[in-house]
């Protein structure tokens, strides 16, 4: 089973609100878990956009755009990248990472499509 | 401007061991403030974390590759290194190196990457 698993693929259009998830397995305290979110496009290394906990505990990387957010679904027990007023340029692949078990564990990643 | 830069060969043969450097310019990794790090991603694939190693060459491996991998740092010389042995196919992909800073920092930045082919 995954630690956390990212779904593969994702559309949505220019203006719109997308909400990327990373989901941890039933049983995981998603409260205890820090998320960190990374945009990666073709042939870059990724590249880091923030880190989520709690609205307490967040952190956004220098230089990124307000329109990308951290939060968390509960009834999901997963963390939240959300991206409101999509544009062009953020069609992407984005990967989740939390620190579980002494060591780093990344999502497969999502590619997100902006039609 | 902090930058780091992987090098090492392309291509490997499978069963041999990958070296890589990785260069850090911009900045002095005495500092222990910072873990540096070795991620890799196969092709059409996500991301998984190698290990991270200190300045003082205190090292932290990923459980999947603990037994494969070793990494070690020249803080003279501003590189750290990745050994990984016994090589098959799976291991091939992009190796990027990072900076991460302690407790709730993240990888950043990262190198460009290297492509490493294993081939049989």
């Keep these: 089973q995954a630690v956390v698993t ?4 994702l559309s949505a259009s220019p203006g719109a609100s997308v909400s990327l998830t990373c989901t941890l397995p039933s049983g995981f305290n998603l409260a205890t878990y820090r998320f960190y979110w990374y945009q990666q496009k073709p042939g870059n290394p990724p590249h880091y956009l923030l880190r989520y906990k709690g609205d307490s505990d967040k952190h956004q990387g220098s230089g990124v755009p307000s329109r990308f957010s951290g939060s968390k679904d509960a009834s999901a027990n997963a963390g939240i990248l959300l991206i409101s007023g999509l ?11 939390i620190w579980h ?14 039609l | 401007q902090l930058q ?3 090098s090492g060969p392309g291509l490997v043969k499978s069963a041999e061991t990958l070296s890589l450097t990785c260069s850090v310019s911009g900045a002095s990794m005495t500092s222990s403030y910072y873990y ?13 974390w190698i290990g991270s190693i200190t300045h003082s060459g205190l090292s932290f491996y990923n459980p999947s590759l603990k037994s494969r991998v070793a990494m070690s740092v020249d803080t003279s010389k501003n590189h750290f290194f990745l050994s990984l042995d016994s090589l098959t196919a799976a291991d091939t992909g992009v190796y990027y190196c990072a900076r991460r800073g302690v407790n709730d920092a993240p990888f950043d930045p990262w190198g460009q990457g290297t492509l490493v082919i294993v081939s049989s």
């Design chain 1, 6 to 9: 990212q779904p593969p693929s």
């Design chain 2, 36 to 48: 540096w790090g070795w991620i890799r991603q196969p092709p059409g694939k996500g991301l998984e």
């Design chain 2, 4 to 6: 780091l830069q992987e």
């Design chain 1, 87 to 97: 544009q062009s340029e953020d069609e992407a692949d984005y990967h989740c990472l």
């Design chain 1, 101 to 114: 078990n002494s060591s780093w564990v990344f999502g497969g990643g999502t590619k997100l499509t902006v």
